[in-house]
Nanobody
Framework: QVQLAESGGGLVQPGGSLRLSCAAS????????MGWYRQAPGKERELVSS???????KYADSVKGRFTISRDRAKNMLYLQMKRLIPDDTAVYYC????????WGKGNLVTVSS
């Protein structure tokens, strides 16, 4: 089992940047995949980006070239660097971990607005 806690969200102007962090309660070396999802008001939760145990990454088309997923296994941390943010990026962002089960953080709100 693993607990996940997101941080780093908030209000940012269009064109700005934010970095989300996800702290895992145990080492992430054996976790098959970790990722970031988001859910905007009135919409379904969608995959933003993921990284596998081998380091392969995946991005939603809408964030390619703007977002970068990374991890620090020594610190049990997952990150999402977000640049050139647009209002459509406004959502609650969730950290996820997929091992023998799926685990989720509680979510962190990102608001992109002027």
């Amino acid at each position: 089992q693993v607990q996940l806690a997101e941080s780093g969200g908030g209000l940012v102007q269009p064109g700005g940047s934010l970095r989300l962090s996800c702290a895992a309660s145990r080492n992430i070396f054996s976790i098959d995949a970790m990722g970031w999802y988001r859910q905007a008001p009135g919409k379904e939760r969608e995959l933003v980006s993921s990284i596998t145990i081998g380091g392969s990454t995946k991005y939603a088309d809408s964030v390619k070239g703007r977002f970068t997923i990374s991890r620090d296994r020594a610190k049990n941390m997952l990150y999402l660097q977000m640049k050139r943010l647009i209002p459509d990026d406004t959502a609650v962002y969730y950290c996820s971990a997929n091992s023998t089960s799926d685990y989720w953080g509680k979510g962190n709100l990102v608001t992109v607005s002027s």
